[in-house]
């Protein structure tokens, strides 16, 4: 059996946070303000896949809620539960295709990296695990530089 998921996810940027994307740490002056490290890509991916197994979504497994344990926590951590989660109805992660929303910093050059992060988060091929990058072209939210949105869509399958 196969299934697909979507996922979104938006965080604003403001100073004084550091910026993680795609479970690595990226050199920029402003970072993404949230619950846990805000990583937008690692939130959307989360997202697509328990909404490919039919699980709700990143907030009802991991909730908000002031001082709990997801509190500043890393995002690669909530991926692999998100993993772990949907094996519990038997689905594994065939693929992952996403894109990252920003004006600033330029996210090409740590694709790669983000890759194999990710992959290895899933327990995936890197080659299962696509990044694309793009801009707003100034325009809205993302192209003022207030925030970095990101999307995704998984395939999961039951072997």
Not at 98 to 120: F, G, W, Y
Request: net charge negative; with cysteine.
């Amino acid at each position: 059996m196969f299934r697909t998921g979507f996922g979104f996810d938006v965080h604003q940027l403001i100073p004084g946070r550091e910026l993680w994307l795609g479970g690595i740490k990226i050199e920029h002056t402003l970072g993404l303000l949230g619950h846990s490290d805000a990583d937008v890509l690692i939130h959307a991916i989360c997202d697509a896949l328990l909404g490919a197994a039919n699980m709700r979504d990143i907030g009802y497994h991991f909730p908000p809620t002031p001082g709990n344990e997801y509190e500043n926590i890393d995002s690669k951590i909530l991926l692999r539960r998100t993993v772990e989660l949907i094996a519990t109805k038997g689905y594994q992660v065939g693929n992952i295709d996403s894109t990252i929303c920003a004006e600033r910093p330029k996210i090409n050059p740590h694709i790669p990296q983000m890759q194999a992060v990710l992959a290895d988060c899933m327990g995936v091929d890197v080659d299962a695990v696509s990044i694309k990058a793009t801009t707003t072209e100034h325009l809205g939210f993302t192209g003022r530089e207030e925030g970095i949105s990101a999307y995704a869509t998984v395939l999961i399958y039951k072997p």
